[in-house]
C-alpha cells in the first residue's frame, strides 16, 4: 500500500497526544528535515507542551545556526539556542575513533537537553529518528554500521523518556509528509546532514583549524552543485558536500615546495539513504569545485572526488 502522508499526520499527532499525556516535552531541532518535520507534527499535537532546542555544537555547516534560526521562524518555531561548543569540542579532544565520536556526540547532546529539561520540568524528549538511523546502529542480530548519535549514542543512564514520531520512515517519507505539512519546500527538500555534524566529515581528530577548512570547503562545494543544477547542467544530487582526510600531501605553491591536506568532494543518488550511486558530476564542474578549493583555502593543497557506491562505502566518511 502507497505511503499516505494525510493519514500519517493524523495518526501520528494523535499518538503524540496519547504518548505525551499532560507531561512536557523537549524538541530537539538541528535544522534538518527530520527534526523540523518531528517539530511541527508535536507542536500540531502539543503546541503548549512543548519546547524547542537548536544546539549548536560547533561543527555545523558555514551559518549554519543562523539559517536554522531563520527557518524557524518562517514556519512559526520559536527556537530556544544553546551554545555548546565548548563542550562538544572539549569532549572530541583528541578522538579519532568514529564510533567514540558519535557516542560521545550522542551523549553530550543528551546532557545538554536533561539540563534543559530540569529548567522547565521536561520529562520527554522529541527527536526525529528515522528508520536508517536504527537500522544502521544495530542491535537485534543486526550488525552495527554505524551508531547514529541519536540511536546507538544515547547513554543508558538518559533521563528523559523518548518520543520518536518517525522512527519507522524513510527520508522520502518524511519529505513527503514535510510537503503535507506544508513546510517550506527550503525545510523539506533539504540534503540530508548528518546529526554528529562535520565531526564524520573530518576523518581522524578534530580541530577548530579543521572545522574551518570543512565549513569552507562544504559551501563551496554546495554553491558549485546547486549552481551546476539551477542552469541545467546536473541532476541535483541527493547529498553532496566536501569531507578533510587526516594526511597531507605534497604539491606546489608558487615556485615552491608545499604539504597540505586533501579534501574530498562527494556527492551521490538516493531515495532513502540505505543505499547509494555516486554522482556522474560533469568534469568542469569538479575543476571549478576544486580550483576553487584550492585556491580559497590555502591549507588545502590536494581535491579528489570520490567515486564509491553504497555499498561498499557509506555516504559520509566516518
Not at 499535537?45 to 555547516?61: C, E, F, K, S, T
Not at 527557518?71 to 567514540?100: C, M, Q, S, Y
Not at 562545494?221 to 594526511?247: D, H, M, R, T
Request: glycine share 8%; with cysteine; charged share 30%.
Amino acid at each position: 500500500m502507497a505511503f499516505n502522508p494525510k493519514k500519517f499526520i493524523e495518526q501520528t499527532t494523535e499518538e503524540i497526544k496519547k504518548q505525551i499525556g499532560k507531561e512536557h516535552a523537549i524538541t530537539a531541532v538541528s535544522g534538518g528535515v527530520d527534526s523540523f518535520v518531528a517539530a511541527t507534527l508535536a507542536f500540531k499535537a502539543i503546541p503548549n507542551q512543548m519546547h524547542v532546542i537548536y544546539v549548536n555544537n560547533g561543527l555545523m555547516r558555514k551559518n549554519e545556526t543562523e539559517k536554522v534560526v531563520e527557518t524557524a521562524k518562517t514556519v512559526g518555531i520559536e527556537l530556544n539556542v544553546i551554545d555548546g561548543k565548548k563542550r562538544f569540542l572539549e569532549a572530541l579532544e583528541g578522538v579519532t575513533d568514529p564510533e567514540r565520536k558519535r557516542k560521545i556526540i550522542g551523549e553530550v547532546f543528551v546532557r545538554i537537553f536533561e539540563e534543559e529539561a530540569k529548567k522547565q520540568n521536561v520529562t520527554y524528549l522529541i527527536q526525529g529518528t528515522i528508520a536508517p538511523d536504527w537500522i544502521e546502529s544495530g542491535g537485534m542480530g543486526r550488525d552495527t554500521i554505524k551508531s547514529h548519535h541519536n540511536v546507538g549514542g544515547l547513554p543508558e543512564d538518559m533521563n528523559l523518556k523518548l518520543c520518536e514520531p518517525l522512527r519507522e520512515l524513510y527520508k522520502h517519507e518524511v519529505r513527503a509528509v514535510g510537503k503535507e505539512l506544508k513546510l517550506p519546500e527550503v525545510v523539506y527538500q533539504r540534503q540530508p546532514f548528518p546529526g554528529p555534524g562535520l565531526a564524520v566529515r573530518i576523518v581522524g581528530e578534530i580541530t577548530e583549524e579543521k572545522i574551518k577548512i570543512v565549513q569552507e570547503a562544504c559551501e563551496i562545494v554546495e554553491n558549485e552543485i546547486e549552481n551546476a543544477a539551477k542552469s541545467g547542467k546536473i541532476e541535483k544530487p541527493w547529498q553532496y558536500f566536501a569531507a578533510l582526510l587526516p594526511s597531507k600531501t605534497v604539491g606546489v605553491r608558487g615556485d615552491e615546495r608545499s604539504y597540505q591536506y586533501t579534501v574530498v568532494v562527494r556527492a551521490v543518488r538516493s531515495l532513502d539513504g540505505m543505499t547509494a550511486n555516486f554522482s556522474h558530476i560533469p568534469l568542469e564542474v569538479l575543476e571549478k569545485i576544486s580550483t576553487r578549493i584550492t585556491n580559497e583555502i590555502r591549507s588545502v593543497g590536494r581535491v579528489v572526488y570520490d567515486i564509491t557506491n553504497k555499498p561498499p562505502g557509506t555516504i559520509e566518511m566516518e
